[in-house]
């Protein structure tokens, strides 16, 4: 099962929307993810250990060592099925 972290800076509000919609599309595509929100302060425990980043706020392009996408479009819905075609090819789904 792949994993994924969406963060925002409280992860409380933006964050669970965003990681609500993300969990349900991958699940309406048979994608096997664990999707969950974390705050901006704890990502450093979190991102060591996840498939995908989903980023909420506004970031410097850092190397995290996992791949990191924009969670813009998931909360605005503009964008989003070119998002999630991303989320796809970044885990290898077909």
Known sequence: MKRI???CGSGVATSQTVASKVAELCEQRGIMAEVEAVDIKSLDAH??????YISITPYVKEDYG???ISGIPFLTGVGMEEAMKEVERILKVK
């Open 47 to 52: 991102i060591k250990n996840c498939d995908l």
């Open 5 to 7: 972290i969406v963060a």
């Open 66 to 68: 996992v791949p990191t």
